[in-house]
């Protein structure tokens, strides 16, 4: 029983040592980040966004006959990207392109003056002509509402549809966006800061995500404000002069923009 004891008392010894003596804990690691404290300068919070993006729909409403493309796709502007069934349209450019070619046979005929015919018989075959062109553009432009084009460089973000849905008009299908240049527009600039920022001034912006430090300019202040978590903030956007590897759409930042 005294071993026993004894032993319990060492335990108890230890115990006690450990508690008197402040435990010796490594702190973790931390980042270095830009501190935004200096005088002549707005902070704000802010998120990375493509230069462009656009949510992209047909004029009109059909199934979807073909897509050519698939999300993370890169096309560049004026590639097709997606069709609807459209057949009375596409019947319309093929009656047009018929009339066209007869028209245009027909004041070839009367080119060269026929004294046989009064020579106004060649003017109202070119008139005639002129009109079947118009008609002609007119159907391709209508048949031209079947197909959607990528309006620049850029990358498919999301596809909303599949081949065989029916496309409702003006309900978008595809999200293009020019991930390869993107900006960084702030989310809590308030309205007192507002009035000193400037077009052309410069700023710093932290990449929470990277760790990285990148310089850049305003090249945009919002005209109109924005009511975010019932404050009054005005989105600024700054073109970053250097985009770092891995920067994506969503990313949080913080700016400092040098007003002074």
Same mark, same amino acid.
């Given at each position: 029983?005294?071993k026993?004891?004894? /032993? =319990? +008392?060492?335990?108890?010894?230890?115990?006690?040592?450990?508690?008197?003596?402040?435990?010796?804990?490594s702190a973790?690691? !931390?980042?270095?980040? $830009?501190?935004?404290?200096?005088?002549?300068?707005?902070?704000?919070?802010?998120?990375?966004?493509?230069?462009?993006?656009?949510?992209?729909?047909?004029?009109?409403?059909? #199934?979807?006959?073909?897509?050519?493309?698939?999300?993370?796709?890169?096309v560049?502007?004026?590639q097709?990207?997606? !069709?609807? @069934?459209?057949?009375? &349209?596409?019947?319309?450019?093929?009656?047009? %392109? &018929?009339?066209?070619?007869?028209?245009?046979?027909? @004041?070839t @005929?009367?080119?060269?003056?026929?004294?046989d015919? #009064? $020579?106004?018989?060649?003017?109202?075959?070119?008139?005639?002509?002129?009109?079947?062109? =118009?008609? &002609?553009?007119?159907?391709?432009?209508?048949?031209?509402?079947?197909?959607?084009y990528? $309006?620049?460089d850029?990358?498919?973000?999301?596809? *909303?549809?599949?081949?065989? %849905?029916?496309?409702?008009?003006?309900?978008?299908?595809?999200?293009?966006?020019?991930?390869?240049? /993107?900006?960084?527009? =702030? =989310?809590?600039?308030?309205?007192?800061d507002? #009035?000193?920022?400037?077009?052309?001034?410069?700023?710093?912006? @932290?990449?929470?995500?990277?760790?990285?430090?990148?310089?850049?300019k305003?090249?945009?202040?919002?005209? *109109?404000?924005?009511?975010i978590?019932?404050?009054?903030?005005? $989105?600024?956007?700054i073109?970053?002069?250097?985009? #770092?590897?891995?920067?994506r759409?969503? /990313?949080s +930042?913080?700016? %400092?923009?040098?007003?002074?």
């Amino acid at each position: 029983m005294k071993k026993k004891f004894g /032993m =319990t +008392a060492a335990a108890l010894i230890l115990i006690l040592a450990a508690c008197g003596s402040p435990a010796q804990v490594s702190a973790p690691p !931390t980042q270095s980040a $830009p501190i935004f404290s200096a005088p002549g300068v707005v902070v704000a919070s802010a998120e990375s966004q493509p230069a462009q993006e656009s949510n992209l729909s047909f004029a009109i409403s059909a #199934p979807v006959k073909q897509i050519m493309v698939k999300e993370g796709e890169a096309v560049t502007a004026g590639q097709l990207l997606m !069709t609807i @069934y459209a057949p009375e &349209l596409e019947g319309e450019v093929t009656q047009a %392109e &018929l009339a066209e070619k007869a028209a245009a046979l027909e @004041y070839t @005929y009367w080119i060269p003056h026929r004294f046989d015919r #009064p $020579p106004e018989r060649e003017w109202q075959a070119k008139a005639e002509w002129d009109q079947k062109i =118009t008609e &002609l553009e007119i159907a391709r432009a209508s048949f031209a509402q079947a197909s959607i084009y990528a $309006p620049f460089d850029g990358v498919v973000v999301e596809v *909303k549809i599949q081949a065989g %849905e029916f496309a409702k008009s003006g309900e978008p299908v595809i999200t293009l966006a020019d991930v390869a240049h /993107m900006q960084i527009v =702030t =989310t809590d600039l308030s309205e007192r800061d507002a #009035p000193r920022v400037q077009i052309g001034q410069s700023a710093n912006v @932290y990449i929470e995500a990277l760790g990285k430090q990148v310089s850049g300019k305003v090249i945009r202040v919002a005209p *109109k404000s924005q009511i975010i978590g019932g404050d009054v903030v005005y $989105p600024v956007t700054i073109a970053l002069d250097e985009q #770092p590897n891995g920067l994506r759409w969503g /990313m949080s +930042a913080e700016v %400092e923009i040098k007003t002074e």
